[in-house]
């Protein structure tokens, strides 16, 4: 059983998903010809925000992943109002925990350390647990002295955690710091969106930055931006190919290849 069959029946039960309909196209997708497309659309082209299974499947060597901190979950540290039962949906919804998926793995037989965010739960933005779960994967790759390979994708800062949850950007970037100064190996793939403390903090801090084709990498928004500016921002500015431009990312890969770079570049800058 692969990686994703695996963890979808512990999570529902049920390794039955329904068509995906591409939101640019409106095409149905059955999930088995979505897979093998690897999540992209095969009459338009369109990339869909893939789940933290569906990255799994694709990318790791099968049978290799082993997750820790599973079953690490937020509290309400500001008594923020309803923010418990927005949690339990997202839960519910996304079959997780928390937003972001940590362990160690194996991509083409080597090893690696891997932190994988997930939009579906509450957009993937950063509270206190994801912000911890993302350090200690980084602590655990400096122990292991592992590389650390990071899908990024996130709303920002989640703002029902206040305070607590923007010191999570200086947390986790102390521990990138710490796996850095080890001499190890921090690969960002930016996927869309990748957006407010999440890029400014450990998005923008891996040794070699890849962006998938056109995701969205930014701080704040365009209209915000241009409200505080006073000046037009051109068209696309936030987009991975403008980045890759002006030098905020190194390579736009597309996803079938993915796997074979991210294989290529931990094999290349391998001790061995």
């Given at each position: 059983m692969s990686t994703l069959k695996t963890i979808l029946n512990t999570i529902t039960g049920n390794v039955e998903q329904p068509p995906r309909i591409c939101k640019k196209c409106n095409a149905e997708i059955p999930y088995d010809k979505y897979l093998a497309n690897h999540c992209i659309c095969p009459e338009c082209g369109a990339y869909f925000r893939m789940r933290a299974v569906e990255r799994l499947d694709e990318t790791v060597d099968k049978g290799s992943f082993q997750e820790i901190d599973r079953k690490l979950k937020s509290k309400n540290p500001i008594d923020f109002p309803d923010y418990k039962e927005k949690l339990d949906k997202a839960e519910k919804a996304s079959g997780l925990a928390e937003g972001v998926?940590?362990?160690?793995?194996?991509i083409d037989g080597s090893d690696c350390a891997l932190f994988i965010m997930d939009s579906a739960f509450m957009m993937g933005s950063m509270g206190t647990v994801v912000g911890e779960k993302i350090t200690r994967i980084f602590e655990k790759a400096t122990a292991l002295r592992l590389p650390v390979i990071g899908f990024i994708t996130s709303g920002g800062a989640r703002m029902q955690e206040g305070i607590f949850s923007l010191m999570q950007m200086a947390k986790v970037s102390g521990a990138v710091k710490r796996h850095s100064d080890a001499g190890l190996l921090y690969i960002a793939v930016l996927t869309d969106p990748t957006t407010g403390g999440i890029t400014a903090s450990f998005a923008m801090q891996g040794d070699i930055i890849i962006a998938e084709p056109k995701a969205l990498i930014g701080f704040a928004g365009q209209r915000v931006i241009?409200?505080?500016?006073?000046?037009?921002l051109p068209a696309g500015f936030q987009r991975a190919e403008f980045q890759l431009e002006h030098g905020f990312v190194d390579i736009i890969e597309e996803r079938p290849r993915m796997t074979y770079t991210l294989s290529k570049l931990l094999k290349l800058h391998s001790p061995r």
């Amino acid at each position: 059983m692969s990686t994703l069959k695996t963890i979808l029946n512990t999570i529902t039960g049920n390794v039955e998903q329904p068509p995906r309909i591409c939101k640019k196209c409106n095409a149905e997708i059955p999930y088995d010809k979505y897979l093998a497309n690897h999540c992209i659309c095969p009459e338009c082209g369109a990339y869909f925000r893939m789940r933290a299974v569906e990255r799994l499947d694709e990318t790791v060597d099968k049978g290799s992943f082993q997750e820790i901190d599973r079953k690490l979950k937020s509290k309400n540290p500001i008594d923020f109002p309803d923010y418990k039962e927005k949690l339990d949906k997202a839960e519910k919804a996304s079959g997780l925990a928390e937003g972001v998926v940590c362990g160690t793995a194996k991509i083409d037989g080597s090893d690696c350390a891997l932190f994988i965010m997930d939009s579906a739960f509450m957009m993937g933005s950063m509270g206190t647990v994801v912000g911890e779960k993302i350090t200690r994967i980084f602590e655990k790759a400096t122990a292991l002295r592992l590389p650390v390979i990071g899908f990024i994708t996130s709303g920002g800062a989640r703002m029902q955690e206040g305070i607590f949850s923007l010191m999570q950007m200086a947390k986790v970037s102390g521990a990138v710091k710490r796996h850095s100064d080890a001499g190890l190996l921090y690969i960002a793939v930016l996927t869309d969106p990748t957006t407010g403390g999440i890029t400014a903090s450990f998005a923008m801090q891996g040794d070699i930055i890849i962006a998938e084709p056109k995701a969205l990498i930014g701080f704040a928004g365009q209209r915000v931006i241009e409200q505080t500016t006073g000046e037009k921002l051109p068209a696309g500015f936030q987009r991975a190919e403008f980045q890759l431009e002006h030098g905020f990312v190194d390579i736009i890969e597309e996803r079938p290849r993915m796997t074979y770079t991210l294989s290529k570049l931990l094999k290349l800058h391998s001790p061995r």
